[in-house]
């Protein structure tokens, strides 16, 4: 049997603090503040002041000296005491004392005190962290110390890079945290930006070279070849796009190995050769995934007549305003008929969604990052493209939450579609669902949507090199099935085009209740109604007054049977607000009230 009597050790070793007769060992901190301590304990629990002790030449007195201006009294009153006696009382200190109180356990290389406290930091003080992201990502890559923080660190920076890399202090970046970077395969960002992030941090480090590329000598070359030769090999060539080696890679391929610029010339040239260099992975790009609650949305309430409107009933529903200067209601109720994969079109009066509108490029403006600004965050919307110079309205569906920031993430669903819209010479319209869920939705890099607006995979998306969808003359617009990310073409040839408009509309559910309620001898409607007991308060009435007739009214997939209709009274007649599908009429119809009789 054995004890470990450690509470009265520890006492009694921090008892030797307030020593002043045995002391050897003099430690100067910040503001002039000395501690005395002995040269053995410091030995024994710390290989920093092992080492430090012994290239001390002591004083006349046999008292060796540390000087250690950078840290606090305070903050080395902690390290004394568990040093000597195991010892850290966190209470009422904040979390900025315990991050300092960690860097100096790791300077004085007191592993156990550095790993507890890191472990601290991240298990219950992340907001923090997170808050003074800056200060710590620039401070924990000293010495390879704090490997949990830097995971933590990193997991944020690759999906959200432009803390870093867009920060005004990139280039000041230490070496050691950029090739930890580097070496992450879900970094977020595009291979052909990371390389240009590489080749600012390295210029910046050296102030020799020319601002000029075209001035660079051989020399000039060699020393940013140096400066980056733990970078370099962390690039993933083969994963950048032929066009950007040419334009961003080949002005410095001076600094690449000369087995690499050929392996990339004869990559680009005939995939299927065999190459010498090293193909690392391309990166991954995180999907974003559709929630379930969405994934599952509610089918809309089928209802209980299917008889067309008489026309005058139909014009009576239609606002006074256009929604749309390119589609029609028509054209709503199909594209409804879409999302809900119905067989057949709704009728008008039955559509189950609003199209709330959200841009318009004739109103908002045709720049790219228009459309990110205004479309961040919203999700279930279509976007409706009217092709300039034909007859052709292109669009596409997304369930999916539009991310402008930091971007860069594909967006997985089995639910987005494009479409090519009937409409003059189109015949007929053309719907192509998602064929690939992974590729479903691309939100292009933060850096890109200067010049991309929305992407539906690669098979429809809108382009523009000089920012503005109408500018460009040589048809930067793209539609086509190269990808394959869709099932199918959606227009007859794969050139590109320009536009003439576009709207983005946000799809959003009706609320209320919608009933169909027949009258014998009048006009079918939906009306929205309230059920109180066994009273149907009707809110909505036809045109036309109705004193007595049997009524059948029908909710999702249970049906009120027979309600009795009872005038109130020769009462004068009342106005009625009526809310109908698309907007609001007022009529003076006799009251009436319903009594319902369940089956």
Aim: charged share 25%; proline share 4%.
């Amino acid at each position: 049997m054995s004890f470990k009597l450690f509470d009265k050790l520890s006492q009694n070793f921090i008892e030797l603090l307030d020593d002043k007769d045995d002391y050897n060992v003099i430690i100067e901190v910040k503001n002039n503040k000395f501690f005395t301590t002995h040269s053995n304990v410091l030995k024994c629990r710390s290989p920093y002041f092992c080492k430090e002790l012994k290239n001390i030449i002591p004083n006349e007195d046999n008292i060796k000296t540390i000087t250690k201006p950078n840290i606090s009294d305070e903050i080395f009153d902690f390290i004394l005491k568990y040093i000597y006696g195991g010892v850290v009382n966190l209470e009422r200190v904040e979390t900025g004392f315990i991050f300092d109180l960690m860097m100096a356990a790791a300077e004085f290389e007191l592993g156990e005190l550095t790993k507890k406290l890191e472990n601290l930091l991240i298990e219950t003080k992340s907001s923090w962290l997170k808050s003074h992201f800056s200060l710590i990502y620039r401070s924990i890559f000293h010495g390879n110390k704090f490997k949990a923080l830097e995971k933590f660190c990193n997991d944020i920076v690759a999906k959200y890079p432009s803390l870093i890399f867009d920060a005004n202090d990139f280039s000041s970046l230490q070496e050691s945290a950029l090739i930890s970077l580097l070496n992450r395969d879900d970094l977020q960002l595009e291979e052909v930006i990371i390389w240009e992030y590489v080749i600012k941090w390295g210029i910046a480090q050296s102030s020799t070279l020319p601002v000029d590329l075209k001035e660079w000598t051989n020399e000039n070359f060699t020393t940013l070849k140096i400066t980056l030769q733990q970078c370099l090999p962390l690039i993933r060539y083969f994963h950048i796009p032929g066009i950007d080696v040419l334009k961003k890679i080949k002005p410095y391929k001076k600094i690449l190995d000369e087995q690499l610029w050929d392996d990339l010339t004869r990559y680009f040239m005939a995939k299927d050769q065999p190459l010498e260099s090293i193909i690392l992975p391309p990166r991954t790009i995180l999907v974003q995934e559709l929630p379930t609650q969405a994934k599952e949305q509610e089918k809309p309430t089928k209802p209980f007549s299917t008889q067309e409107l008489p026309t005058q009933t139909k014009e009576l529903l239609k606002p006074s305003t256009p929604f749309s200067t390119i589609i029609t209601y028509e054209h709503v109720a199909e594209i409804s008929s879409w999302i809900d994969r119905k067989s057949s079109t709704y009728s008008l009066q039955n559509i189950p969604y609003e199209f709330q509108l959200i841009l318009k490029g004739s109103i908002n403006g045709f720049a790219p990052q228009t459309f990110w600004n205004a479309c961040h965050g919203h999700s279930g919307t279509v976007v409706i493209i009217k092709v300039k110079g034909t007859d052709e309205i292109l669009g596409g569906y997304n369930p999916l939450a539009w991310i402008a920031f930091p971007g860069g993430s594909w967006g997985a669903t089995n639910d987005s579609f494009i479409f090519s819209l009937k409409n003059g010479n189109v015949q007929n319209s053309i719907l192509s669902r998602v064929k690939i869920r992974e590729h479903a939705i691309l939100n292009v890099l933060f850096y890109n949507q200067k010049w991309h607006g929305p992407h539906f995979g690669y098979n429809l998306y809108m382009y523009s090199p000089s920012s503005d969808f109408t500018l460009d003359i040589n048809n930067f617009n793209v539609c086509n099935n190269t990808h394959d990310h869709y099932e199918k073409p959606i227009r007859t040839t794969e050139d590109n085009f320009s536009i003439v408009d576009y709207e983005v509309f946000k799809i959003i559910k009706k609320t209320g209740i919608y009933w169909t309620i027949i009258f014998c001898g009048d006009i079918t409607l939906n009306f929205v109604i309230s059920l109180s007991d066994s009273i149907v308060e009707i809110l909505t009435c036809s045109k036309k007054k109705t004193e007595t007739n049997l009524v059948c009214v029908r909710k999702t997939k249970r049906v009120l049977t027979t309600l009795r209709a009872e005038s109130l009274g020769a009462e004068t007649p009342k106005t009625f607000k009526t809310y109908n599908h698309h907007g609001m009429e007022e009529y003076n119809i006799q009251p009436f009230q319903f009594i319902v009789v369940m089956e």
